[in-house]
């Protein structure tokens, strides 16, 4: 891949923006609307916001490290970024489309790249029935929370709630419950990425629960309906040899 136009952008911190002065002296870089790429120097929240800020430009993404975790990122080199983008290997991703009520009767809808997660907003905890395609799986969970990861997620909070870790291509979404009570025993449920996913909130005025799509939160909450978006493809880039498949692949025999 031939990139000509680069646009660079930086989280707040300290290192973040040396980084970007650093890169500003060998390069001369873009606005985002100009670029064919964007590189984001920071760590996997910057990312996360640098992917949303783009989603409807189709842009791909290039991530340098420069927070902590950095699962959606490169190492950062202040060299040889033009050979590296022209190296990087390609995935493609879609997000989870959000629709939630509210008990005030409004609508509120996001996108999530990385999971959409119900969690309980008080002492009480939540109460929720699952159906599946229209259909009831689960009459009630009895827990804290409720996740549904994509394959890009599974390796965050999904898999922090000890949910599985999804292949990239695999097709599949994650629906993991967070410290489940009742049924103790359940562990989540792999879905096909078609799923369309509906949670209700049982007793929601007694146990209000908020539904939170990536950054995006919607309190007090009565519906919440998840499906994928397949109408948007996000791409990112990943230096050679270090592609997101082999990255969630090597995850699952970590120690």
């Known amino acids: 891949m031939k990139f000509n136009k680069i646009c660079c952008l930086a989280s707040d911190n300290a290192e973040a923006q040396q980084a970007l002065a650093d890169l500003q002296k060998q390069y001369e870089f873009v606005s985002a609307k100009d670029a064919d790429v964007i590189v984001a120097l920071g760590g996997d929240g910057f990312m996360l916001q640098t992917l949303h800020e783009s989603l409807h430009a189709k842009t791909p993404i290039y991530g340098m490290n420069l927070g902590s975790v950095g699962f959606l990122?490169?190492?950062?080199?202040?060299?040889?970024?033009?050979?590296?983008?022209?190296?990087?290997?390609?995935?493609?991703?879609?997000?989870?489309?959000?629709?939630?009520?509210?008990?005030?009767?409004?609508e509120k809808t996001a996108l999530a790249i990385n999971e959409v997660s119900l969690l309980r907003e008080t002492r009480q905890t939540a109460k929720l029935r699952i159906s599946i395609d229209g259909k009831v799986r689960m009459q009630e969970l009895i827990c804290d929370g409720l996740i549904v990861a994509t394959p890009a997620g599974s390796t965050a909070y999904n898999l922090s709630a000890y949910g599985p870790i999804i292949p990239i291509n695999a097709g599949l979404l994650a629906v993991t419950p967070i410290s489940a009570f009742r049924p103790r025993r359940w562990r989540g449920a792999l879905l096909p990425h078609g799923a369309a996913i509906q949670i209700e909130v049982l007793n929601a005025k007694k146990r209000p629960v908020s539904a939170v799509a990536d950054h995006s939160e919607t309190r007090d909450v009565t519906n919440v309906y998840v499906e994928e978006d397949r109408s948007i493809t996000i791409t990112m880039l990943f230096d050679e040899g270090h592609s997101l498949e082999e990255r969630i692949l090597a995850e699952q025999f970590s120690h």
């Open 73 to 106: 990122m490169n190492e950062y080199h202040k060299t040889g970024l033009q050979e590296r983008l022209e190296k990087a290997e390609v995935a493609h991703i879609h997000p989870l489309s959000m629709r939630a009520l509210t008990s005030a009767g409004e």
